[in-house]
């Protein structure tokens, strides 16, 4: 901020430059109200009912005094201005007032009350620091840590900058650890195994026991009944059920694991 020492001998030369310079510092000390955004409360305007308090606002960065009263859907900035006399006698208009206010002047200059915001009682830094946190999985220095769904076909929305896929994660779903159990591939290992398949064919252990109905046997076509021939079962034989599935080709198709999906990208955060 720029400053001036008074402290110097010699009679300090007070004139409107000096003023000038000095009213521009107060312009510049004001200048953190932009961090509050265009329209936001800095202190006071306390809503009881259908009014609200006194207090100050920044309007686009200017710091105003606000004149409570009555609520409205809009706020306007009245400006007044008072005549000071010089030395020569004449009135120059130059000493001019801003304060927000409820009210209409016919849209020169109105905003909607419903748009100020206030912050909270934590403090602007307390929620960026709060923010940052939330934040820390994809700030990881070595850009492996948190990771987001790009949902949308890159030829419509391109990755954001500072964004890149995440390409070992091309074509898999996520498993939450469990450090207690092996994992499907048979270790308990650390986060970042993979593994599984998209598909499968059972062998026969993986097959349930079970059993058929018979639907053939062997026969012998010696043994006669009184005068009329007949098949006979002929114990010893050998009893088969009916073959069923399979390819024609005696081989067996494996079958999709894959639940109803849809596809996405997995982005990770590494930085401008």
Request: overall charge neutral; proline content about 6%.
């Amino acid at each position: 901020m720029n400053t001036i020492d008074f402290t110097q001998p010699g009679g300090f030369p007070f004139d409107q430059g000096v003023l000038d310079f000095l009213q521009k510092g107060s312009l510049m000390a004001g200048q953190p109200a932009f961090f509050g955004g265009p329209l936001c409360i800095i202190s006071g305007c306390t809503v009881s009912g259908a009014s609200v308090s006194s207090g100050f606002v920044a309007i686009n960065g200017e710091i105003l005094p606000f004149a409570g009263g009555t609520i409205t859907e809009k706020v306007i900035i009245q400006e007044s201005v008072t005549d000071i006399t010089y030395f020569d006698t004449q009135a120059r208009p130059v000493k001019k007032t801003k304060t927000a206010m409820f009210g209409n002047d016919g849209g020169v200059t109105n905003y909607l009350w419903a748009n100020f915001k206030r912050n909270t009682t934590e403090g602007v830094l307390a929620r960026l620091e709060r923010l940052e946190r939330v934040a820390a999985p994809f700030l990881s220095s070595t850009g492996r840590g948190g990771m987001v769904l790009w949902n949308k076909p890159l030829n419509i929305a391109p990755i954001p900058p500072g964004w890149r896929e995440v390409e070992d994660w091309k074509g898999r779903l996520p498993m939450g650890w469990d450090g207690t159990k092996e994992n499907p591939v048979g270790t308990l290992g650390d986060v970042g195994i993979a593994g599984g398949a998209k598909d499968k064919t059972l062998l026969i252990e993986e097959i349930p026991a079970h059993d058929h109905d018979q639907v053939g046997a062997v026969y012998d076509n010696a043994r006669k009944s009184g005068s009329n021939s007949q098949q006979v079962y002929q114990p010893g034989g050998t009893l088969k059920t009916g073959k069923t599935g399979g390819q024609p080709d005696g081989s067996t198709k494996s079958f999709s694991l894959l639940n109803p999906y849809r596809i996405v990208m997995f982005i990770e955060y590494i930085g401008n």
